[in-house]
């Protein structure tokens, strides 16, 4: 199978292709290098991770003629042009065709290789949030549990190794990382039919748990007037999910392990046993064995929930998915309240990014919806308010975060961004090699 290129490559000039060619192929980057618009065009894919690097002065087709072909092949492929002639109103045309940037010949190795770095993690980003889309628009993992950090695809792999097997699930995660929503999702995707019924045990008062869990017949307590289905019976074919599974008291885990072990239940005030055929997921904030150790949970109830085991990482450890569920957080918290979404600078995102998120993603929601209703503050508003830094550290902070908005207005562009904040591109490249954007940039591209 022959590998898709990284750069595609473009000039007339066979000595000038060559040479940049070699810079690149030092720097690991796979090069498809042609001669001509007309060859080049067949390396082009929809959804390809290439980006195009073009001289504009051509015979037959030239770098216009190029960037038109390849926006009617996929609008978003980043495409750098080039020219020796210094031409102003060239460059200006070209950004305003749609040009990811813009470089005088010759081309210094280093400038050409750092925006072709920045060009294609724009492009890896962009073809990231589109597979996202799409599977968001076709019901699946990647819909219910969204990002691309390692942690949270390592996840979404383990799931659906264990996705509709024949036995119980223990899923421990902080508060707010999203346990009801991967429980309801292991039920979806799994065969069993019936319903998905959650349990909130700290929620349900102790005198009341063994009821609601076990239901009961008429008369089987005080105020018990009619029989009462519940919720294990009710989940039968389906799933039951015991959220806070740490919360519940130990005469009611003794009766539960009762169910997993024989899968019969009865009710209060019954001697007649009920079959019921569901799958158990618990949840928990902790450890239930530390919980053992402490005289509050059963041992062999621990042991006998902690067999397929899954930890739901914090949102703190999935870098690079902060943004991304802000921005779809936002866009539903903005329907639900019938107006647009706000724009997002990329110093809110960078301050999003910067948190430590004790709520997880639960506190992330939150954020969004407050910032749809003008209730969050905005980062670069709030910059000059931080009295406890030096002067030098608070201008830096205030240069880093105008430069990162600057970038983010003009889609990580070098050339346009630079212009806009009326310096050189040299002098940009140096600020962001000061601030060390260029990483950070990344995830906001």
């Not at 920045?118 to 980003?125: G, I, T, V």
């Not at 695809?153 to 036995?167: P, S, Y």
């Not at 069993?192 to 349900?204: D, E, L, Q, S, Y």
């Not at 997921?281 to 621990?302: C, P």
Request: charged content about 30%.
């Amino acid at each position: 199978m022959t590998l898709q290129p990284d750069v595609i490559l473009i000039d007339d000039d066979a000595s000038v292709l060559e040479a940049c060619r070699e810079v690149l192929e030092l720097e690991d980057y796979r090069v498809a290098a042609h001669s001509s618009v007309a060859s080049a065009l067949r390396d082009m894919r929809v959804d390809s991770g290439a980006i195009v690097v073009s001289d504009v002065r051509m015979p037959e087709h030239d770098g216009f003629d190029l960037l038109k072909a390849v926006q009617s092949i996929d609008a978003e492929i980043p495409i750098v042009l080039m020219s020796g002639h210094g031409d102003i109103p060239m460059a200006l045309r070209a950004m305003r065709d749609g040009a990811w940037d813009f470089l005088e010949k010759p081309a210094d190795p280093l400038i050409l290789i750092e925006t072709i770095r920045r060009a294609r993690n724009h492009r890896q980003l962009l073809l990231e949030n589109r597979r996202l889309r799409q599977a968001v628009a076709v019901d699946g993992w990647e819909a219910r549990l969204i990002g691309h950090s390692a942690p949270i695809v390592q996840l979404r792999e383990r799931l659906k190794r264990i996705c509709g097997v024949a036995t119980d699930i223990l899923l421990i995660g902080k508060t707010g990382t999203g346990k009801e929503v991967t429980a309801r999702a292991l039920h979806d995707f799994s065969n069993r039919k019936g319903h998905f019924v959650a349990v909130n045990c700290g929620a349900i008062p102790e005198t009341m748990l063994e009821s609601e869990l076990f239901g009961h017949e008429a008369g089987a307590f005080t105020g018990a007037r009619e029989k009462r289905i519940g919720k294990i019976e009710y989940a039968n074919n389906g799933t039951l999910f015991l959220d806070e599974i740490e919360s519940m008291p130990l005469s009611a885990q003794v009766r539960l392990l009762r169910v997993l072990q024989e899968r019969k239940i009865e009710r209060l005030g019954s001697n007649t046993e009920l079959k019921v055929d569901i799958q158990v997921i618990a949840a928990s904030k902790t450890d239930l064995h530390k919980l053992v150790v402490q005289g509050s949970f059963r041992e062999d109830l621990a042991y006998r929930l902690d067999i397929a085991r899954v930890e739901i990482p914090p949102l703190s450890a999935r870098k690079g998915d902060v943004g991304l569920l802000f921005k779809l957080f936002l866009d539903l918290a903005a329907k639900r309240q019938g107006r647009a979404a706000p724009r997002v600078d990329a110093t809110f995102i960078a301050d999003l990014d910067g948190r430590s998120w004790p709520g997880n993603v639960r506190e992330l929601r939150n954020v969004a919806e407050r910032y749809v209703l003008g209730l969050e503050n905005n980062a670069l508003a709030d910059l000059s308010l931080d009295k406890t830094q030096t002067l030098e550290a608070q201008m830096d902070r205030l240069e880093r975060a105008i430069l990162l908005d600057t970038l983010s207005n003009h889609d990580g562009r070098i050339g346009a961004s630079a212009t806009a904040l009326g310096i050189s591109r040299k002098t940009l490249y140096l600020k962001m090699r000061k601030f060390d954007i260029a990483a950070q940039n990344e995830d906001e591209e």
